[in-house]
């Protein structure tokens, strides 16, 4: 069973950093294109970045210079560092594979930027 795991949110100040953290069991990893969602308070979801499994990222403009992924595939993790954090980074970052979109989604980490 595939199963997703996310950690290492928490409540911030604004300028502060995170790094999250997210497990992926039952397939193999390394295959897969991973990506970490945003979703802030009462809006959709979407993904904020993404990488392949040779380790080609890709981000949404409007986090790139502050938001970093990166993954080790011996560990079938995927990490989001997060600089500078804002008060609209505040939301629940969830992962998934982008390729798969694996079901049911993990629980999500929770990040609470205060200003």
């Known amino acids: 069973q595939v199963q997703l795991v996310e950690s290492g949110g928490g409540s911030v100040q604004a300028g502060g950093s995170l790094r999250l953290s997210c497990v992926l069991s039952?397939?193999?990893?390394?295959?897969?294109?991973m990506a970490w969602y945003h979703q802030y308070p009462g809006k959709a979801r979407e993904m904020v970045a993404h990488?392949?499994?040779?380790?080609?990222?890709n981000y949404v403009d409007s986090v790139k210079g502050r938001f970093t992924i990166s993954r080790d595939n011996t560990k079938n993790t995927v990490y989001l560092q997060i600089n500078s954090l804002k008060p609209e980074d505040t939301g629940v970052y969830y992962c998934?594979?982008?390729?798969?979109?694996?079901?049911?989604w993990g629980q999500g980490t929770q990040v609470i930027v205060s200003s």
């Open positions: 998934n594979s982008l390729n798969n979109q694996y079901r049911p």
């Open positions: 039952g397939t193999i990893f390394r295959l897969n294109t």
């Open positions: 990488i392949l499994p040779g380790g080609n990222a």
